[in-house]
């Protein structure tokens, strides 16, 4: 009888040991994909303020554009007679 006990035993210590392997392997995946959505993010982050920091520089030449045709026009309302002959 202390055969079988101790067989028993040892089946459930092998089982607990695969188990515990099952779930260091799992809390790897999990961690590795924690990983790569963290360097994801990071590069999404960096792309994002390079992208908008471009946009912003454009959407400044515009609006500087834009002030200088309003000066121009508010000028050719003010005095029409530049612009006839």
Known sequence: MARAGGITNAVNVG???QADWEN???ISHISLNVRRLFDF???FEATTK???ASL???????ERRLELV??????AT???SLFTT
């Open 15 to 17: 089982i607990a040991v």
């Open 70 to 75: 309003e000066v121009q026009v508010g000028s």
């Open 24 to 26: 260091r392997e799992f």
């Open 41 to 43: 993010l990071v590069q």
């Open 50 to 52: 390079r992208k908008l």
């Open 56 to 62: 912003n520089e454009k959407l400044d030449i515009l």
């Open 78 to 80: 003010a005095r029409p």
